[in-house]
């Protein structure tokens, strides 16, 4: 059985799922099932690779019986808890993995807005849809998340790596769209954190499309591939087939057959932002993508060997 050689390093998965929205025409089915799969699956693995000394989930799902269990203040505090030096901190040794299984929404000059459970309180009509007068809207995505928000968030995070793993409809848009380039802070999106921190962004379909859900497995289609095929089946051991999954491996499986789901023929490397999926890496732009220095070490983030 493969050994770590850093037994101090810790994890966390926070999973949000919003199936029960303040605005009920936005209810979904399966993100709350997304976001329970993905901890429970990503936590068993994590924790029989033996590389962590704890493994830590913060699950925040909203349904029918928990309407606020994904808030957005709640996510907030999760999120920058893990900043600073204290005995609770991510440090460099770390992983923190978030995902979000929901409702996006791609607003004006680039921003990307995750809509959380209690956005929008009071702006749905007799019907529950949200009533189509402008202050409405602004006020729905003022109390959602946006990527700004998340950068303020992430930006104090010293963990050795930070993944963000967005399953929702206009997902793509939360890098700011297509031939986003690492520029200044401030830059449209998330697209700045891949630079800056070494956020590494998994996001399906495109801006001005709708994230799959399927009725048959109960699930986002890109969550089943992670979960079910990658994780489940082990088919995430696949660039080398070698016993064992890591973390860069598993992403690029859950690319990989996303993009086959959706029926598209072109090889992962064509899975672009302008495509159904993408996955970004840390990288400087215009050069190829970094698998060295404190981030991506070769066996770093091991997650489960089929001896385990």
Not at 50 to 58: D, G, R, W
Not at 60 to 68: E, G, I, L, R, W
Not at 220 to 230: E, M, P, R, S, V
Request: one cysteine or more; aromatic letters at 6%.
């Amino acid at each position: 059985m493969w050994q770590p050689n850093t037994p101090e390093r810790r994890a966390w998965i926070i999973p949000i799922g919003v199936d029960t929205s303040a605005v009920p025409s936005l209810n979904l089915r399966y993100s709350s099932n997304d976001a329970k799969r993905l901890g429970d699956d990503l936590s068993q693995r994590l924790e029989a690779g033996h590389q962590f000394k704890s493994v830590v989930a913060m699950p925040f799902m909203s349904d029918a019986q928990h309407p606020d269990g994904a808030a957005k203040e709640a996510i907030r505090k999760a999120i920058t808890g893990l900043a600073g030096t204290g005995p609770d901190s991510a440090g460099p040794n770390d992983l923190v993995i978030v995902s979000f299984s929901g409702h996006g929404h791609a607003g004006p000059g680039g921003r990307f807005y995750l809509i959380p459970s209690d956005a929008g309180k009071g702006v749905s009509d007799h019907a529950g849809n949200l009533r189509a007068d402008p202050a409405s809207r602004t006020r729905l995505l003022s109390e959602s998340i946006s990527s700004d928000d998340l950068s303020r968030w992430f930006r104090d995070v010293d963990a050795g790596q930070i993944v963000l793993i967005v399953d929702a409809c206009q997902s793509a848009a939360v890098l700011g769209g297509e031939g986003f380039k690492p520029g200044p802070m401030g830059s449209r999106g998330l697209g700045q954190l891949t630079y800056d921190k070494g956020l590494t962004i998994l996001a399906a379909t495109q801006a001005d499309n709708v994230a799959l859900e399927s009725g048959k497995v109960g699930q986002g289609l890109l969550t089943y591939a992670l979960t079910h095929d990658g994780l489940e089946r082990m088919a995430a051991d696949w660039q080398p087939k070698d016993g064992r999954i890591d973390l860069r491996e598993w992403l690029k499986y859950g690319v990989w057959t996303a993009c086959r789901t959706c029926g598209r023929r072109s090889r992962l490397a064509s899975c672009r932002p302008t495509g159904n999926f993408g996955c970004w890496w840390p990288k400087m732009a215009g050069s190829p993508v970094r698998e060295s220095g404190r981030n991506l070490r070769s066996s770093t983030f091991r997650m489960i060997s089929r001896t385990s």
